[in-house]
């Protein structure tokens, strides 16, 4: 399997347009659990990350639910500024965010590393849900 670049530009905060390429990062794995990612400047002149994680397969219609009931954001708030659901899309998302540094290398790790842990919180909450679709049915009639 070949690696994926994944390149993070700035956003401008009046315009909202992509304008300048911060970095760019090689992943050799769980890359497709990126939706989108971009930086932003604070107001103190740091550059905050945001990146919105996602699932790594379609969910039916049940999982959805399912996914963000027993998803443990704890597992990766140690490394992030901040973490919240988004469930706006068609599958369960996650933005998150962290803190940017120039240090290419250390930026590779770190996204790695939050990659890694949201993709082992996933196969954690699809083992636990796998015998509760008749729970999560029956939950959506009776709504």
């Given at each position: 399997?070949?690696?994926?670049?994944?390149?993070?530009?700035l956003k401008?905060?009046?315009?909202?347009?992509?304008?300048?390429?911060?970095?760019?990062?090689?992943?050799?794995?769980?890359?497709?659990?990126?939706?989108?990612?971009?930086?932003?400047?604070?107001?103190?002149?740091?550059?905050?990350?945001?990146?919105?994680?996602?699932?790594?397969?379609?969910?039916?219609?049940?999982e959805y639910?399912?996914?963000?009931?027993?998803?443990?954001?704890?597992?990766?708030?140690?490394?992030?500024?901040?973490?919240?659901?988004?469930?706006?899309?068609?599958?369960?998302?996650?933005?998150?965010?962290?803190?940017?540094?120039?240090?290419?290398?250390?930026?590779?790790?770190?996204?790695?590393?939050?990659?890694?842990?949201?993709?082992?919180?996933?196969?954690?909450?699809?083992?636990?849900?796998?015998?509760?679709?008749?729970?999560?049915?029956?939950?959506?009639?009776?709504?």
């Amino acid at each position: 399997m070949e690696d994926t670049v994944i390149v993070i530009m700035l956003k401008d905060n009046e315009t909202g347009f992509l304008d300048k390429e911060l970095g760019s990062y090689t992943l050799s794995e769980n890359e497709n659990l990126i939706y989108n990612t971009y930086a932003t400047e604070k107001e103190d002149g740091t550059i905050e990350i945001f990146m919105r994680l996602t699932c790594d397969r379609e969910l039916s219609d049940w999982e959805y639910n399912a996914v963000f009931d027993y998803y443990d954001d704890e597992t990766i708030k140690p490394f992030v500024t901040s973490i919240n659901e988004d469930d706006e899309f068609f599958n369960p998302c996650w933005n998150i965010t962290f803190e940017f540094s120039d240090n290419v290398q250390y930026m590779e790790q770190k996204i790695h590393k939050l990659l890694e842990l949201h993709k082992q919180e996933l196969l954690s909450v699809y083992d636990v849900i796998a015998d509760k679709k008749d729970e999560y049915i029956n939950e959506e009639t009776e709504n």
